[in-house]
């Protein structure tokens, strides 16, 4: 449950580098460097999206349930 948690903030850390490569970067630029690291922030943020996302149903699966107890007239 543990590891799900930090798998779950290791995207969100994922996902704001990604915004802030992306971002810090102006549009239209047509240096190679800096187009590089624009694209790179956006593999980066879209990757972080779904190892949140891994993280988060990884911790919805191994949550425990309460045992469901049927009463049994007999």
Known sequence: ???S???AIVGI???GSGLIMFY???LGQTDTILRFIKNTG???GISGMGVCLA???LY???KNEPS???HSDV
Request: charged residues 15%; proline residues 0%; hydrophobic residues 60%.
């Open 5 to 7: 948690v930090g798998i």
């Open 42 to 44: 956006t593999f980066v």
């Open 68 to 70: 469901i107890k049927e």
């Open 24 to 26: 810090s970067v102006e």
């Open 60 to 62: 919805l699966i191994n």
């Open 1 to 3: 449950m543990k590891m």
């Open 13 to 15: 850390l994922m996902f």
């Open 55 to 57: 993280g988060i149903l």
